[in-house]
């Protein structure tokens, strides 16, 4: 004990020899960024300015969607969810039983590389994808094919605050748990959700699954951005314009998602490693700032709810006419696009690295080898460009579709046009505001 | 072949054993060495990875070197016949995960050894517990601490040199070719630190003078500035930084002096992984690099090298065979092979059976002194210190020629000795 003890002082006072590595940080560093950046914010500023010119019914006009006829195939939907909910076990047993290695270990890459990273993208820019292949409305029906009945079946009086609590206790496993990688943590995790998921669905009917379930609030929040669905297909965000007004536990899920992800840029940041007192070149691990990575993220989602709070009731009082809490759920989803950006924006670079090791592990589970994992397009100037423009690219547009879409929803419940500017004004400048945060984030030095 | 595992493990047996050539297993008949691996649980090596934080570059390549080791190690018949069976486990580069890693080789993976990871906070971290399991924790961190006398018995790093003797070998080329008065460019924490006094320290006994340390501050991403604090005398400007901005620091460095630089004079470590023909770093042609195993293929490239590329998956520019824009950590992760070896030796001496072994396997690398250039040791001849449980080895100083570092000079194994500061044998089993 006395040993261990002296061995942990010797660590606070002999700080490690650490080699942080430049990686494709240093190339961003060389890159003109303040140039980047300022175009990327010009570019959501005019936005703001023509839409004073752009009369009201061609933003109606914008986001109306083309209808697609597309066979519905309710019964192969209920096929992959039940092969979904097959393969969600399958994976909880390879994280208990398989390789040790979160980077050979199906079940690791499959929840934070194809699930958190790859399948959430594509629910939130191509189509509702977790309609079919959500594994609890699989298990719920079992449940209910074998004569489970929901004893509560009432809706909850809490709306989606259980969701809401759910998901920031996830963001916190995702950004402050010292191993979220390791893979019979994971499983154990995962397992433990599945059987208070199937627990509290059995005990309140599907309705869990919209109020309580934070995976599948999430995917169906994310699928408003989406240029498909229903059958449509439209400029991304026109699901929001035809989705009912969200109640407010519901609003402030909306925004802790972009409060979320934007700490999950943040906290990587020498600026932020710097108020923890860390040195950026010889990070000490996450299991030495866990309470300030939780108490960070509470506090930057905090800070955004409060921001959009005064910029909404800034807005309601120059507009008139609508309440605050009105506006306050009104123009929540208008948020979603750029927290959809900043997701794509965020997880790009680890995406193209970590997906090789997906393709690897196919390749070896299909009797082939290892494939070589380069992380070479970090290593040129031209390939570090190309990756940190889509990146700001999509925090841009997100941005862009964010005053389009807020636009669209204060004319409606405004109704005339000047006063939905009015109301719009001081959103519309946090918005900008907000594009020149997150164009900073990336090309902020990086610690971690 | 060793195998009996009750036999005691003196200095000499084991130097007897070692000598009789690479691998005694080797010596078994095919069928005896195939039937006898078929037949045995595999020899299970915890493998301690930074597969996540901000060592995971790294540990991408000790990764490939550590399974290209284990691949060559199983295709020559394994240990004492036994195959060799890799456990990895993600530190995360933390510590205290660190920690719990080697607890979980010990008491759930029934590892007989844990070996691995680079950062020196994680070997320090996890060190006391390999020792209080009696655990073998073979590291490969180059960080001065297992000399220093700051872990314990069962903690060796057999397979890399540690930063203080790479520091101190490179003041005698530096104060005879490139120039006595020196000035040192560092990042402000323990890294810069050793640099700054390992090699100061060295410079004075070569009869040379650090005219100024500029240290600079961890989170500097511009540095311009602080070029004006070079005393104008400095005949060879020494830098050592490390992180994101790495690449500024030598544009601006660049922009600074143009074409009349005094000579540069870096770690590698500043640019491990990094395109040497990269843009901004064009200000390096001429300048002088430590390379712990040289990334360029050079004109009298041994065999060894020769094979350990190509077992590593690395072509003659120190890339990957498979992306030539993926450099390799050449400089540091041949140490994972070399480990391996060490620790199949040591096995093979040891006539390590299980276990109840370990003890031995300590005692028959402690006995360990010259190890000769070779398949088992490609960066080259090393030289182990049973006592601080260090290895001593040459040191490499390469020039940037045309956008590629060329091999000017060897240290000796001489040049990077120092006096004990432990003697780790003195601590019970």
Same mark, same amino acid.
């Given at each position: 004990m006395i040993r261990r003890s002296l061995a942990a002082l010797a660590l606070t006072l002999l700080p490690p020899a650490a080699k942080a590595h430049v990686s494709e940080q240093g190339f961003v560093l060389l890159l003109p960024t303040d140039l980047y950046i300022l175009g990327g914010v010009a570019t959501v500023a005019l936005t703001v300015l023509l839409l004073t010119i752009v009369p009201a019914p061609a933003i109606a006009r914008l986001f109306r969607p083309l209808a697609l006829n597309l066979p519905r195939l309710p019964i192969l939907a209920r096929l992959t969810g039940f092969a979904s909910l097959a393969a969600l076990l399958l994976l909880v047993a390879t994280g208990l039983f398989g390789p040790t290695d979160p980077m050979r270990n199906p079940l690791t890459l499959s929840v934070?590389?194809?699930?958190?990273?790859g399948i959430v993208a594509v629910q939130a820019l191509v189509f509702d994808v977790w309609r079919w292949i959500n594994p609890f409305i699989a298990a719920a029906r079992l449940g209910a094919s074998i004569g489970i009945h929901p004893p509560f079946r009432t809706r909850l009086k809490t709306g989606k605050l259980p969701a809401l609590l759910m998901f920031l206790a996830f963001a916190g496993f995702l950004l402050a748990d010292p191993a979220p990688t390791d893979p019979p943590r994971l499983a154990a995790i995962a397992l433990a959700y599945v059987a208070a998921t199937l627990a509290a669905t059995w005990a309140f009917g599907p309705r869990w699954l919209v109020q309580g379930e934070f995976l599948t609030v999430l995917m169906r929040t994310y699928a408003r951005?989406?240029?498909?669905?229903r059958g449509r297909l439209g400029l991304p965000g026109w699901r929001i314009l035809k989705s009912p007004v969200p109640g407010n536990a519901f609003a402030v899920f909306m925004l802790c998602l972009l409060g979320s992800g934007s700490f999950d840029g943040l906290n990587e940041t020498f600026w932020w490693l710097q108020i923890l007192g860390v040195n950026p070149l010889e990070f000490p691990g996450r299991s030495a700032i866990i309470t300030p990575t939780l108490l960070g993220l509470l506090a930057m989602n905090a800070a955004l709810v409060l921001a959009y709070a005064l910029t909404i009731r800034l807005g309601a009082r120059l507009a008139g006419g609508a309440s605050f809490t009105q506006c306050f759920r009104t123009f929540a989803p208008s948020i979603l696009p750029i927290a959809a950006g900043y997701h794509v924006a965020h997880y790009l670079a680890s995406f193209l690295v970590d997906i090789q090791y997906v393709q690897s592990l196919t390749s070896t589970i299909l009797g082939g080898p290892e494939l070589h994992v380069t992380t070479g397009f970090f290593n040129t100037l031209a390939t570090v460009r190309v990756i940190w423009l889509t990146q700001a690219g999509a925090v841009i547009i997100g941005h862009v579709l964010a005053i389009l879409v807020a636009h669209a929803l204060a004319l409606r419940l405004h109704g005339d046009h000047r006063r939905a500017m009015l109301s719009q004004l001081p959103l519309a400048l946090f918005m900008v505001a907000y594009t020149l945060f997150g164009l900073w984030l990336l090309a902020s030095p990086r610690g971690v | 072949m060793t195998n009996s595992t009750k036999s005691t493990i003196t200095r000499r047996g084991a130097l007897k054993t070692l000598g009789a050539g690479a691998g005694a297993a080797a010596s078994l008949p095919l069928w005896a060495r195939y039937t006898h691996a078929q037949s045995s649980e595999p020899i299970r090596i915890g493998f301690q990875v930074?597969?996540?934080?901000?060592g995971a570059a790294y540990g991408r390549w000790y990764d490939r070197t550590t399974m290209a080791a284990v691949k060559k190690i199983n295709d020559e018949g394994g240990i004492n016949g036994r195959m060799v069976e890799i456990v990895a486990e993600d530190d995360g580069t933390d510590p205290k995960r660190g920690a719990e890693v080697v607890e979980k080789f010990a008491t759930q993976h029934n590892c007989d050894i844990a070996f691995g990871t680079l950062f020196s906070h994680v070997v320090i971290g996890s060190a006391p517990r390999a020792g209080e399991l009696k655990l073998p924790y073979f590291v490969v961190s180059e960080g001065h601490h297992v000399a220093s006398g700051m872990?314990?018995?069962?903690?060796?790093?057999?397979g890399i040199t540690d930063v203080k003797s790479q520091v101190q070998a490179m003041a005698p080329y530096v104060a005879s070719t490139l120039g006595k008065k020196v000035t040192m460019i560092f990042p402000d924490f323990a890294f810069g630190h050793d640099h700054r006094d390992y090699f100061t320290a060295a410079l004075e006994a070569q009869? &040379?003078?650090?005219l100024e340390h500029i240290a600079i501050p961890p989170a500097e991403t511009s540095f311009t500035k602080y070029f004006p604090k070079i005393p104008r005398d400095t005949e060879v400007l020494y830098h050592v930084m490390v992180g994101p901005a790495v690449l500024t620091f030598v544009k601006e460095l660049g922009e600074f002096f143009g074409p009349s630089a005094p000579p540069l004079f870096g770690f590698i470590d500043s640019l491990e992984a990094v395109d040497i023909s990269s843009p901004g770093l064009e200000f390096l042609e001429g300048s002088y690099f430590w390379e712990g195993n040289p990334r360029y293929a050079q004109a009298d490239q041994t065999e060894y090298d020769k094979a350990y590329r190509a077992a590593v998956g690395v072509d003659d520019n120190g890339a990957s065979l498979s992306d030539p824009k993926d450099i390799s950590t050449y400089a540091h992760m041949f140490g994972c092979w070399e480990t391996l070896h060490t620790v199949k030796a040591g096995m093979e001496a040891a006539g390590y &059976?299980?276990?109840?072994d370990r003890g031995k396997l300590i005692e028959a690398v402690e006995a360990m002194t010259d190890m000769p250039e070779g398949h088992d040791h490609p960066q080259g001849a090393k030289r182990f210190n049973g006592k601080t449980h260090q290895v001593f080895g040459h040191q490499y100083i390469t020039q940037v020629n045309s956008g590629r570092l060329d091999l000017v000079h060897t240290t000796s194994i001489e040049d990077t000795l120092y006096p004990d500061e432990v003697d780790y044998t003195t601590q019970p089993l």
């Open positions: 934070w590389t194809v699930f958190w990273i951005v989406a240029p498909f669905g | 930074h597969r996540t934080g901000i872990l314990n018995r069962y903690t060796m790093q057999p009869g &040379g003078q650090v &059976g299980g276990p109840d």
